[in-house]
T-cell receptor, first 115, second 114 residues
Framework: EPEVTQTPSHQVTQMGQEVILRCVPI?????FYWYRQILGQKVEFLVS????????KSEIFDDQFSVERPDGSNFTLKIRSTKLEDSAMYFC?????????????FGNGTRLTVT | QKEVEQNSGPLSVPEGAIASLNCTYS??????FFWYRQYSGKSPELIMS????GDKEDGRFTAQLNKASQYVSLLIRDSQPSDSATYLC??????????????FGKGTKLSVKP
């Protein structure tokens, strides 16, 4: 069964450093998402991406965040200058053609630890 | 503010019993409803989706939707210890420029005792 893959599984970085989290969505999916989950809290929407542009973003997704689809398969989340409060699990997800009914399929996540 | 509410639990049931998980949502334009299971430290895993009022069964799982009451539930029959996890209710809303983003509840922690 096709799946969303994320790398790395765990990333440790120092405050102020840039990190890039990588994702390979399911190949025939059209919508791509990033979510995050701070330890013990709920899964929160960050950004959605369709047709090579951001379609929606949350208040969390401020100027320090950016997303890119550099080629036909990868989807990346960049955090320019990490803060302690960016420590969380980051999940990439993708969904099929029907944006309202297609479920999101999640990758295994990247645990980001900012020290 | 569009919200999805769940009782955080923990909900404890004996093995073989029926576990009942509930969720309410605040927005009447919500279109699609999903239940995900999340084991500790892992990613959300899709269990079921439901789009119209009534019941939908898949194996030991039954999802129930009542749009008038803005209520969705998940029943797990013959609960097993392996069902012990956090169950996330998630809603896709159709409004304005929304691209079908999932809004999650905080999740209900289920513990099935052998």
């Amino acid at each position: 069964e096709p799946e969303v893959t994320q790398t790395p599984s765990h990333q440790v970085t120092q405050m102020g450093q840039e990190v890039i989290l990588r994702c390979v969505p399911i190949s025939n999916h059209l919508y791509f998402y990033w979510y995050r989950q701070i330890l013990g809290q709920k899964v929160e929407f960050l950004v959605s991406f369709y047709n090579n542009e951001i379609s929606e973003k949350s208040e969390i997704f401020d100027d320090q965040f950016s997303v890119e689809r550099p080629d036909g398969s990868n989807f990346t989340l960049k955090i320019r200058s990490t803060k302690l409060e960016d420590s969380a699990m980051y999940f990439c997800a993708s969904s099929g053609a029907d944006r309202l009914s297609s479920p999101l399929h999640f990758g295994n996540g990247t645990r980001l630890t900012v020290t | 503010q569009k919200e999805v509410e769940q009782n955080s639990g923990p909900l404890s049931v004996p093995e073989g019993a029926i576990a009942s998980l509930n969720c309410t949502y605040s927005d009447r334009v919500s279109q699609s409803f999903f239940w995900y299971r999340q084991y500790s430290g892992k990613s959300p895993e899709l269990i079921m989706s439901i789009y119209s009022n009534g019941d939908k069964e898949d194996g030991r799982f039954t999802a129930q939707l009542n749009k008038a009451s803005q209520y969705v539930s998940l029943l797990i029959r013959d609960s097993q210890p392996s069902d012990s996890a956090t169950y996330l209710c998630a809603v896709k809303m159709n409004y304005g420029g929304s691209q079908g983003n999932l809004i999650f509840g905080k999740g209900t922690k289920l513990s099935v005792k052998p």
